[in-house]
């Protein structure tokens, strides 16, 4: 973890937020595989590790912005855990690490929320979004845990993001250490990528090097010759010539800041005219979306040029028609680009997004829009220094998709469906990097990973 003053000086800005009542920050606890002593790899709650920092299961994070003083309750280990995991920290030791002093045993912190409901105070807490969290809210509350989402604090919320959106440079610099396990991750994936090989030998592989370099994967790998599968888990395919595979992969450091980083790779290591094709229109989408974000510009605004890139790259290859500016007002290159140019990233790879998106990416004056592909922008404000974006710009052939806009009739005038029907077996393209917002402009977060045509091409060599 960080040093103590860091997470110290956290909860004194959220102190200096919130006006009164209470604060509760449930840890994570393990969640079991298939029986209870056999759980699941344990990752903490990410608001837990902003504030409080303690990267084990079971303990609780209180302040009371009313008296100023913070809590972390906890039990202690007894003889027989000690027994089974070797010696153990105190929960008073573990409490210092953090810069809390006031340590109590779980069953003092049922007293306390008792004695705070008795007086009427304000309890809030964090949309929780495991089973185990609504449980022990729902049982300290007296209320049923089903409910707890809608019963989260939305001045907490509120509180928290605007803290957790601006990163500070300790952060930044865990960020810029995943990515450079991304680029272990990714040049292993690209030289790996040849026809015969298994997509499961290289998701093992790549798997395997955020575990050896950091706490793992940021989120469970993409990994397909089937990228037109925006999020494909499936890595069952043998490669074959002729195919392109997307790896959206990233890693996790020891305090669990994220990387989010995409690359296609044709199999075998050289890019066919198509496939080049498709590649420098998604590449142009990606690296003018870099060079164009700073404060000043919106991540709305930097999606829809994105978007046009795209539309204009496609009419350039006959597969789109009319005017661009029209076609993306109305949505038309969504057949092609369905998802947002990118999303906020730290501590979680979509972050913060368990808090609700909208009180992260939109806010009373800018609102989420309906249309399909621009109502998956996860984020639509202006950019301020500090934040941390991925730039994601894809270019995909989804073959129901384009069966059932044909069908329609949706969108004749801008698709030129003839010609688009003879792509149905390309597959997709996706191009993402990390950046952070700077005073001045951006910086691209982390070593540069191999990105152009003869980049990749020499990578995969
Ligand atoms: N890396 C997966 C995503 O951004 O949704
Ligand atoms: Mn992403």
């Not at 499936?234 to 997307?246: A, C």
């Amino acid at each position: 973890m960080f040093r103590s003053s860091v997470y110290t000086k956290r909860r004194a800005v959220l102190h200096s937020q919130m006006k009164s009542g209470t604060a509760l920050f449930i840890g994570n606890v393990d969640s079991p595989m298939n029986y209870p002593a056999n759980a699941y790899h344990f990752r903490q709650d990410s608001d837990f590790l902003y504030f409080f920092g303690l990267d084990l299961q079971g303990f609780v994070g209180l302040m009371d912005f009313d008296t100023g003083k913070d809590w972390i309750f906890g039990n202690d280990f007894d003889i027989d855990d000690i027994i089974w995991m070797g010696p153990q920290p105190t929960v008073k030791e573990l409490a210092a690490k953090c810069g809390v002093s006031n340590v109590a045993p779980m069953s003092k912190l049922e007293d306390i929320i008792k004695d705070t409901i008795s007086k009427k105070r304000k309890i809030h807490f964090l949309p929780p979004y495991r089973a185990e969290t609504k449980m022990t809210l729902g049982a300290l509350l007296r209320e049923n845990p089903c409910q707890m989402k809608t019963r989260a604090s939305v001045d907490l919320i509120k509180a928290v993001v605007s803290m957790r959106s601006i990163k500070e440079e300790i952060e930044i610099a865990e960020i810029e250490k995943a990515v450079g396990i991304a680029f272990n991750m990714h040049t292993m994936a690209m030289r790996m990528c040849k026809p015969g090989t298994k997509e499961q030998e290289i998701f093992g592989a790549i798997e395997g090097i955020a575990l050896s370099e950091g706490a793992g994967t940021a989120f469970p790998i993409i990994l397909s010759i089937n990228g037109q599968t925006l999020h494909n888990h499936s890595h069952d395919n043998i490669l074959t010539k002729g195919k392109m595979m997307v790896t959206d992969a990233g890693a996790e450091t020891n305090l669990h800041y994220s990387s989010d980083i995409t690359r296609t790779t044709p199999v075998g290591g050289k890019f066919n005219q198509r496939q080049r094709d498709i590649y420098n229109v998604v590449l142009k989408a990606n690296t003018e979306s870099i060079k164009s974000a700073g404060p000043g510009m919106s991540n709305r605004d930097l999606h829809l040029n994105a978007c046009k890139i795209i539309a204009s790259g496609m009419k350039e290859l006959g597969l789109m028609k009319g005017d661009i500016n029209e076609a993306v007002e109305l949505g038309a290159h969504a057949l092609c680009m369905p998802h947002g140019i990118g999303h906020l990233m730290g501590l979680d790879v979509h972050d913060m997004e368990a808090l609700g998106e909208n009180y992260i990416g939109y806010n009373d004056e800018v609102k989420r829009s309906d249309q399909f592909g621009f109502a998956f922008l996860r984020f639509a404000l202006p950019y301020k220094p500090g934040h941390v974006f991925t730039i994601e710009p894809g270019c995909y052939f989804i073959p129901q998709l384009i069966d059932q806009w044909k069908s329609e009739g949706k969108f004749r005038d801008f698709i030129n469906y003839e010609k688009i029907e003879k792509w149905k077996d390309f597959g997709g393209v996706r191009i993402e990097d990390d950046i952070l917002i700077t005073e001045k402009g951006h910086k691209l977060l982390g070593k540069p990973i191999p990105k152009t045509v003869e980049e990749i091409e020499s990578a995969c060599s």
